[in-house]
């Protein structure tokens, strides 16, 4: 089933579509201004040149009938001299405008980058993160192609319009008071359609968002989609929001090339009326045939002005949409934010974690609790093992301290300091993560593991992988550590990705450890090897531990049993064997298993 765009819920979307919401394209121009202004400069110069073209003609003609050969000549070489000066303003006009439309979309890209990349988790619930690519990408197009060109065109066009109607003013002022009587006419259909152009814009760019999402979501789970045969329908969804995008972006064009064609017969047609009005008063010699001439090109002038600024105007709605969608990224609140005055976490840090009455929810699903009530204190130096069924709630305390999240009760602090007092790049800095789903980078095997800690050496790269028992199949690889991994890793297997990671973490050598199901990818020749390196690499360390298979958790110095979001139970292995209940059950159920 087809899915609507989900850029943004419905509610929360601006109403405004007018072509205003370009002004949120001011903040990245005014850096800029000195560029700008050239480019008016040069703007005004052609426009000027333009406007002067007329009334040289007006002369020549005139003059044919008495002037002198020498005075023709001078019109003639004052011709080249105006074209000289159009050429030069048109191509100044083009390198300074492009040149700041490019320089302006880049840091437009890059502050939407910079905003995402900074936003908790809870904003990629509501958004798709190819629906984030797509505002970065066609969004940004549009509006290059809009400060590049459409908007220097239009203000041209503009000053063609305002100067031509003076001109013909000068020139005739009956025959321009006929032509002015043609305007209302011409802004009625602007403003009607205009309207309906400006929905259909946004319209058409939410549905591209959602195609670009569904097409990223499936293409980074192609193996998944393949195993289960799910080419066709994965198919039958991206081509039906593909031809919902088509279907959306005719009505949009159609409706644009409608506007195109009324402006432009009003225009003309009135045009040709006033010419016909002309050219009698030529004959009853009320006007010469210069200033006719004169009249003639003005009126075109005035004419192509209006039919060019009826169809910039389609593309400026567009680029109204585009920025209206990036706006909203730009402006988005984010849920987790940093203190105005944070408080500076100590060096050395000690590792001191607790957990006082926590009480959270996810925001996509706030009618359920996640964590009720718990209290935790883990002290420095401490392995805390964190054990219980699926959703019992143990990748949640996890997520908590590392503030991907706030709590809706109760407080998670850090060496005596909450959490949400400290800027989150400073107790980051102190944690490293072994994910239950490594991450491996489109870059090399030693770029992916100094990640961990971008200015290490070759050596302790080479040291961290040995420790978690990465190096042999490293250098195994066709060009060893230097071998690009391709994306999400798709050159190494489950374990391998795994050890990967570990040994990334081990490079942080940070004072909070945090194993999110490190191990659980690992052969069991592979987790020895590494179960070694971190009980090494966990002493003098806080070492939070979540684990479904209990063998990789006997030697924690405590095991806390989670269940329903609660903790159930809390002492050693041998401890909560002994007394039976849940983790009893699931020791008795894997040693078994084991054994069998």
């Given at each position: 089933?087809a899915?609507?765009p989900t850029?943004?819920?419905?509610?929360d979307?601006?109403t405004s579509r007018r072509?205003?919401a370009?002004s949120?394209?001011g903040p990245?121009?005014?850096?800029y201004?000195g560029?700008?202004l050239?480019?008016?400069?040069a703007?005004?110069?052609?426009a000027?040149v333009?406007?002067v073209?007329?009334?040289?003609v007006?002369?020549?003609?005139d003059g044919?009938?008495?002037a002198?050969?020498?005075?023709?000549?001078?019109?003639?070489?004052?011709f080249?001299?105006?074209?000289?000066?159009?050429?030069?303003?048109?191509g100044?006009r083009?390198y300074?405008?492009t040149?700041?439309?490019?320089?302006?979309?880049?840091d437009i890209?890059?502050a939407?980058?910079d905003k995402?990349?900074?936003?908790?988790?809870a904003?990629?619930?509501k958004?798709?993160t190819?629906e984030?690519?797509?505002r970065?990408t066609t969004?940004?197009t549009l509006?290059?192609?809009?400060?590049?060109?459409s908007v220097?065109?239009a203000?041209?066009?503009l000053l063609?319009?305002l100067g031509?109607l003076?001109?013909?003013?000068?020139?005739?002022a009956?025959l321009t008071?006929?032509v002015l009587?043609?305007v209302?006419?011409?802004v009625v259909?602007?403003v009607v359609l205009?309207?309906r152009?400006?929905?259909?814009?946004r319209?058409?760019?939410?549905?591209i968002?959602?195609?670009?999402?569904?097409?990223?979501?499936?293409l980074?789970s192609v193996?998944?989609v393949q195993?289960?045969?799910?080419?066709?329908?994965?198919r039958?969804?991206?081509a039906d929001?593909?031809?919902k995008s088509?279907?959306?972006?005719?009505?949009?064009?159609g409706t644009?090339?409608v506007?195109t064609?009324?402006?432009?017969?009003l225009?003309f047609s009135?045009v040709?009326?006033?010419?016909?009005i002309g050219a009698?008063?030529v004959r009853?010699?009320?006007m010469?045939v210069?200033e006719l001439i004169?009249?003639?090109i003005y009126?075109v002038?005035v004419?192509?002005s209006?039919g060019?600024l009826?169809?910039?105007?389609?593309?400026?709605?567009?680029?109204a949409?585009?920025?209206?969608?990036l706006v909203e990224l730009?402006?988005?609140?984010?849920?987790v934010?940093?203190?105005?005055?944070?408080v500076?976490l100590?060096?050395p840090?000690?590792?001191e974690?607790?957990?006082?009455?926590v009480g959270?929810?996810?925001?996509?699903?706030p009618?359920?609790?996640?964590l009720n009530?718990?209290?935790l204190?883990?002290?420095p130096g401490?392995?805390?093992?964190?054990v219980?069924?699926?959703?019992?709630?143990?990748?949640?305390?996890?997520?908590?301290?590392q503030?991907f999240?706030d709590p809706?009760e109760?407080q998670?602090?850090?060496?005596?300091?909450d959490l949400r007092?400290m800027?989150r790049?400073?107790f980051?800095q102190a944690?490293?993560?072994?994910?239950?789903d490594?991450?491996i980078?489109?870059?090399?095997?030693?770029d992916?593991?100094r990640f961990g800690r971008p200015?290490?050496?070759?050596?302790e790269?080479?040291?961290?992988?040995r420790a978690a028992a990465a190096h042999?199949?490293?250098?195994g690889?066709p060009?060893g550590?230097?071998?690009?991994?391709?994306?999400?890793g798709?050159?190494l297997?489950?374990?391998q990705?795994?050890?990967v990671?570990?040994?990334?973490?081990?490079?942080?050598?940070?004072?909070v450890l945090?194993l999110?199901?490190?191990t659980s990818?690992?052969?069991a020749e592979s987790e020895?090897?590494?179960?070694?390196?971190?009980?090494?690499?966990?002493e003098?360390?806080?070492?939070?531990?979540v684990?479904?298979?209990l063998?990789?958790?006997?030697r924690?110095?405590?095991?806390?049993?989670?269940?329903?979001g609660r903790?159930?139970?809390?002492?050693?292995?041998d401890?909560?064997v002994?007394?039976g209940?849940l983790?009893?059950?699931?020791?008795r159920l894997q040693?078994?298993?084991?054994?069998v």
């Amino acid at each position: 089933m087809a899915r609507r765009p989900t850029s943004a819920p419905d509610e929360d979307r601006p109403t405004s579509r007018r072509v205003s919401a370009l002004s949120g394209l001011g903040p990245f121009i005014r850096p800029y201004r000195g560029m700008a202004l050239g480019a008016l400069g040069a703007l005004i110069l052609t426009a000027t040149v333009s406007l002067v073209l007329p009334l040289a003609v007006r002369r020549v003609v005139d003059g044919f009938s008495g002037a002198a050969v020498g005075l023709l000549d001078k019109y003639f070489l004052a011709f080249l001299a105006i074209a000289g000066l159009l050429a030069l303003g048109t191509g100044l006009r083009y390198y300074i405008v492009t040149l700041l439309g490019e320089r302006v979309v880049a840091d437009i890209r890059r502050a939407v980058f910079d905003k995402v990349m900074g936003l908790s988790p809870a904003f990629f619930e509501k958004v798709l993160t190819g629906e984030v690519l797509s505002r970065i990408t066609t969004d940004t197009t549009l509006i290059l192609s809009v400060i590049g060109s459409s908007v220097s065109v239009a203000l041209r066009n503009l000053l063609m319009l305002l100067g031509g109607l003076v001109m013909l003013m000068l020139t005739s002022a009956k025959l321009t008071g006929l032509v002015l009587l043609i305007v209302p006419a011409v802004v009625v259909p602007i403003v009607v359609l205009g309207r309906r152009l400006r929905a259909l814009s946004r319209e058409n760019q939410d549905w591209i968002a959602t195609s670009s999402g569904s097409a990223s979501e499936a293409l980074l789970s192609v193996q998944t989609v393949q195993s289960y045969t799910h080419e066709a329908p994965t198919r039958a969804v991206f081509a039906d929001q593909t031809e919902k995008s088509f279907a959306s972006a005719k009505k949009r064009i159609g409706t644009r090339a409608v506007m195109t064609v009324i402006v432009i017969f009003l225009v003309f047609s009135g045009v040709v009326g006033v010419l016909w009005i002309g050219a009698r008063d030529v004959r009853m010699g009320a006007m010469s045939v210069g200033e006719l001439i004169q009249f003639v090109i003005y009126a075109v002038m005035v004419a192509g002005s209006v039919g060019a600024l009826s169809e910039i105007w389609g593309e400026l709605q567009r680029a109204a949409g585009a920025t209206e969608r990036l706006v909203e990224l730009l402006s988005v609140e984010d849920t987790v934010q940093d203190p105005a005055r944070p408080v500076a976490l100590p060096r050395p840090v000690r590792g001191e974690i607790a957990f006082e009455d926590v009480g959270f929810r996810y925001p996509a699903r706030p009618e359920a609790s996640a964590l009720n009530g718990v209290s935790l204190h883990v002290r420095p130096g401490e392995t805390v093992a964190l054990v219980g069924p699926s959703g019992a709630g143990k990748t949640t305390m996890l997520q908590l301290l590392q503030r991907f999240y706030d709590p809706q009760e109760g407080q998670v602090t850090l060496d005596g300091i909450d959490l949400r007092d400290m800027a989150r790049v400073d107790f980051r800095q102190a944690i490293a993560l072994v994910p239950q789903d490594p991450v491996i980078f489109a870059a090399s095997a030693r770029d992916n593991i100094r990640f961990g800690r971008p200015d290490a050496s070759d050596a302790e790269v080479e040291a961290a992988a040995r420790a978690a028992a990465a190096h042999d199949f490293l250098t195994g690889l066709p060009q060893g550590y230097d071998t690009f991994l391709g994306e999400r890793g798709v050159m190494l297997s489950g374990g391998q990705k795994q050890r990967v990671a570990i040994a990334r973490a081990i490079l942080r050598d940070a004072p909070v450890l945090l194993l999110d199901e490190a191990t659980s990818a690992l052969d069991a020749e592979s987790e020895r090897a590494v179960q070694a390196a971190v009980e090494r690499l966990a002493e003098g360390r806080t070492t939070l531990v979540v684990a479904h298979r209990l063998a990789t958790v006997k030697r924690a110095d405590r095991i806390v049993v989670f269940d329903q979001g609660r903790i159930a139970a809390i002492g050693t292995h041998d401890q909560l064997v002994a007394e039976g209940g849940l983790y009893a059950r699931l020791a008795r159920l894997q040693f078994t298993e084991g054994a069998v």
